[in-house]
C-alpha cells in the first residue's frame, strides 16, 4: 500500500465509523404535538412514552414535547378524559409533529327500575330475598388475618423485634419483655425502622422516577435539574406527603410536588 492509500483510507475512516454507530442507532426524534378536546380546554393531560417510560405534561394551551422512535406508545391520560394511545409511525416520525385528539369522559348510569316484589329499598335485605350469591372470598368467608397485608422482610423483623408490651402486669407481679428490651437498647428496633422508611421512600422514588423525568419535573417546577433529587427528598420527608404515598397518582403528585417547589427554591435561593 502506497501513500496516496494510506491518505484516502485516513480519509475515508472517519466517514465509515460514523456511518456504522448512526446505522446501529435508533432514529429518536423530539415529537411536539397539541392536545385539543371538543370543548377546547385542555389541562393536567399527563403524556408517556410507554416503551421509554419517559413522560411530560401538556401546557395551558395543549402543547407538549417528547422524545420517539418508531412503534414507540404514546399514552394521553387524565381524570377527565378518557385514556388514549397512539403508536408512533413513519409518517408521524418524519414529520415530527402530531394532533391529538381527547374524548371527555362521560359517566353514564343504568336506569334502575324498582320492580313491585316487596322490595325495602335496601340493598342488603332485597339480595336475601332473592337469594343473590356474594362472591367468595377469605374476607366474605370470614378468615382469620383475611384483611392483613402481606408484610416485607423488614416489617417482618421488625414485627418480631419490637411485639407484645414491655412490661405485662398481672395483680401484684410483672414480667418484662427481654427481648424486646434488648433490641430497645442495642439500637436494633430503630435501625428496622429506618430500614422500613428506607424501603417506602425507595419504592415511592422509582415510581415517580417511571412517571415524570427530570427533565420534566425541572421545566414544570422551575428547579434546575441537578436539584431535583435533592427537591425529591425534601418532599419524601415531608410528613403530609405520605397521605399520598399509599396510592400514587400522576397529577395528585404533580400537584403536591408545585405546591412543595415554592417552599424549597425559597428554602435554597432559587426564586
Known sequence: MNNSDLFKLF?????????????????????????????????????VNINSKKSTIIDIKGVFSIEVKLQDTL???????RTKEIVIIDEILNKKTILVDLEEKVVNLDEVVI??????GQVALDIKKFGTKHNVTSSSLGLPKANIKVKTK???LLFEADD????????IAATINVTKLLNKISGRTKKLKDHILLDKHIKIENEIDNLFSKKVLS??????QTNIADFLDFCLNQPDFTKLSDTISALRILEYFKGKSYEYKKANGLN
Open 11 to 47: 480519509i475515508l475512516l472517519p466517514i465509515l465509523l460514523t456511518s456504522m454507530i448512526g446505522y446501529g442507532q435508533e432514529n429518536i426524534v423530539e415529537l411536539t404535538g397539541i392536545v385539543t378536546s371538543p370543548n377546547n380546554t385542555v389541562s393536567n393531560i399527563l403524556v
Open 75 to 81: 399514552q394521553f391520560s387524565a381524570v377527565h378524559y
Open 115 to 120: 320492580l313491585p316484589h316487596n322490595l325495602t
Open 154 to 156: 423488614n416489617e417482618r
Open 164 to 171: 407484645g408490651k414491655l412490661i405485662k402486669f398481672y395483680g
Open 219 to 224: 421545566e414544570e417546577l422551575g428547579i434546575p
